[in-house]
T-cell receptor
Framework: DQQVKQNSPSLSVQEGRISILNCDYT??????FLWYKKYPAEGPTFLIS?????DKNEDGRFTVFLNKSAKHLSLHIVPSQPGDSAVYFC???????????????FGQGTILTVHP | DAGVTQSPTHLIKTRGQQVTLRCSPK?????VSWYQQALGQGPQFIFQ???????QRGNFPDRFSGHQFPNYSSELNVNALLLGDSALYLC????????????FGNGTRLTVT
């Protein structure tokens, strides 16, 4: 049961253009969403997050959009740079124990390649 | 400020053996989680430790066990290794409060032959 899905295994973008990575989820209990970036031989690095009480969060070149009715979130990278080439994972969490967040459920990842 | 550190970086074991992986959390973090990442997949949650107790567990058999020490460091133990246990094992640390992003180590690559 894949509760978080990234349906595009890969995305190729020209430097300077916008990269849009998509993620869908099925569990309506998820209320906190995150994006991670992973380079080869390194662990995932936290990029940006969004709580379900918001529909948009920005941090520099990165913006995450959340559409709760569609159970869909997306990550926009503008402008894209060659150093952004990596695997991007979306992840979701539901409140556990009433006060803190336990496990993250990850998508399968999307390989982003930004060409110079 | 040291991030999450894991040891060893690579490990080769034989089917049926036991393995222990180690993790030191990021300074100031008190919660440690372990994930298994198979090739081409996203990380899968194994369990989380807080205050030396297992707080939440994913869908992994009892062969997977863990421990958290008073200094917040943690170990992941896997008994009776199977070929399917070959994966990248990631440790992540965080603060115990809500909306605290996980910070991951670089992982331990386990190969079971």
């Amino acid at each position: 049961d894949q509760q978080v899905k990234q349906n595009s295994p890969s995305l190729s973008v020209q430097e300077g253009r916008i990269s849009i990575l998509n993620c869908d989820y099925t569990n309506s209990m998820f209320d906190y969403f995150l994006w991670y970036k992973k380079y080869p031989a390194e662990g995932p690095t936290f990029l940006i997050s969004i709580s379900s009480i918001k529909d948009k969060n920005e941090d520099g070149r990165f913006t995450v959009f959340l559409n709760k009715s569609a159970k869909h979130l997306s990550l926009h990278i503008v402008p894209s740079q060659p150093g952004d080439s990596a695997v991007y994972f979306c992840a979701a969490s539901a409140k556990a124990g009433g006060t803190s967040y336990g496990k993250l459920t990850f998508g399968q990842g999307t390989i982003l390649t930004v060409h110079p | 400020d040291a991030g999450v550190t894991q040891s060893p970086t690579h490990l080769i074991k034989t089917r049926g053996q036991q393995v222990t992986l180690r993790c030191s959390p990021k300074s100031g973090h008190d919660t440690v989680s372990w994930y298994q990442q198979a090739l081409g997949q996203g990380p899968q949650f194994i369990f989380q430790y807080y205050e030396e107790e297992e707080r939440q567990r994913g869908n992994f058999p009892d062969r997977f066990s863990g421990h958290q020490f008073p200094n917040y460091s943690s170990e992941l133990n896997v008994n009776a290794l199977l070929l399917g246990d070959s994966a990248l094992y990631l440790c992540a640390s965080s603060l115990s409060g809500p909306n605290s992003p996980l910070h991951f180590g670089n992982g331990t690559r386990l190969t079971v032959t």
